[in-house]
């Protein structure tokens, strides 16, 4: 089981890790809730890119451009500034705040 609140867990360096974080977790998007699905990962070689979609509305999907060094904590921070009047993201930079 991943520990989100650990140091060591502040960059999942394998593929796994971060599948296994978002798979079929509830997160906040803004002001909604959602349960992701992993649709599709690729490894560029210098980074993530995470295709994630709603469980209950797979209409609803997000592109997750994850940068060297980002977390879990990076990911739940993106999410939730996500503004609850703006439509639905299509795509979201995960980085560190100091790449912000």
């Not at 210098?46 to 209409?59: G, K």
């Not at 592109?63 to 879990?72: D, E, K, M, N, Q």
């Amino acid at each position: 089981m991943l520990d989100f609140q650990s140091p060591a867990s502040s960059f999942f360096s394998e593929p796994f890790d971060w599948v296994t974080a978002l798979e079929q977790r509830q997160f906040a998007v803004g002001e909604r809730r959602v349960s992701f699905e992993v649709q599709g990962f690729v490894d560029s070689g210098e980074h993530y890119w995470i295709q994630v979609a709603s469980v209950t509305n797979p209409m609803l999907t997000i592109l997750l451009h994850v940068f060297p060094g980002a977390s879990l904590r990076d990911l739940i921070r993106t999410l939730l500034a996500v503004d609850a009047r703006a439509p639905w993201p299509t795509a979201l930079d995960i980085h560190t705040p100091d790449r912000a």
